[in-house]
């Protein structure tokens, strides 16, 4: 069974730029969560998907957009960036979109210079 | 009231103690804590959840102890081991808004010492 995986590992971007982080989730999973973690904080919620659909989101600005395959892979779009979106970006997958066992990947490292 | 509070932001154990890590949540609709283990550079893993059905599980030397009229939980890492030094974050979570969002504290860094 493969676990979630994410790409690419690290990544350094400029201040307005745009970035697409991707997201392969566990076998067998239909539904992707996204977590922004800050230095030294615990991850934030930025939003799940479901069978392709937006299934609820947090508090992130709409410069925050996703994607989910059919296969269930996702991706992660952030348009603008600013210093502030420094940070380790997590994806996490789950069986259902009610389903409360999720499995992080390793994450991949946003620095915005 | 989204909030998991948890402590102590540091905590160091020797070899062979007893490590206590403490969090409490105000929102009385959670219905799911989970534990994650995260090493540097690395994501998140699993390492025990409870539901409020319970006051206690417990996964080899990893305990899980809950309090719900206090709205507190714990967790209990006996015999902690060198390999055990890590950051540890609570989270709860709540189906009732028709999707799983977990909210994490704010981790405690474990160092056992040799």
């Known amino acids: 069974e493969t676990g979630v995986t994410q790409s690419p590992t690290h990544l350094i971007k400029t201040r307005g730029q745009q970035v697409t982080l991707r997201c392969s989730s566990q076998?067998?999973?239909?539904?992707v969560s996204w977590y922004q973690q800050a230095l030294g904080q615990g991850p934030q919620f930025i939003f799940q998907?479901?069978?392709?659909?937006?299934?609820g989101r947090g508090n992130f600005p709409p410069r925050f957009s996703g994607l989910q395959f059919p296969n269930y892979s996702s991706e992660l779009n952030v348009n603008a960036l600013e210093l502030d979106d420094s940070a380790l970006y997590l994806c996490?997958?789950?069986?259902?979109?009610?389903?409360?066992?999720?499995?992080f990947g390793p994450g991949t490292r946003l620095t915005v210079l | 009231q989204q909030q998991v509070k948890q402590s102590p932001q540091s905590l160091i154990v020797q070899k062979g103690g007893i490590s206590i890590i403490n969090c409490a949540y105000e929102?009385?609709?959670?219905?799911?804590f989970p534990w994650y283990q995260q090493f540097p550079g690395k994501g998140p893993a699993l390492l025990i959840a409870i539901r409020p059905d319970v006051s206690e599980k417990k996964e080899g030397r990893f305990t899980i102890s809950f309090n719900k009229s206090a709205k507190q939980f714990s967790l209990h890492i006996m015999d902690s081991q060198p390999g055990d030094s890590a950051t540890y974050f609570c989270?709860?979570?709540?189906?009732?808004?028709?999707?799983?969002?977990?909210?994490f504290g704010t981790g405690t860094r474990l160092l056992v010492s040799p």
């Open positions: 989270a709860a979570s709540s189906g009732n808004t028709g999707f799983q969002k977990l909210v």
């Open positions: 996490a997958s789950s069986e259902g979109r009610l389903t409360d066992t999720q499995y």
């Open positions: 998907y479901y069978r392709e659909e937006e299934n």
């Open positions: 929102n009385t609709a959670f219905d799911y």
């Open positions: 076998s067998g999973h239909n539904t």
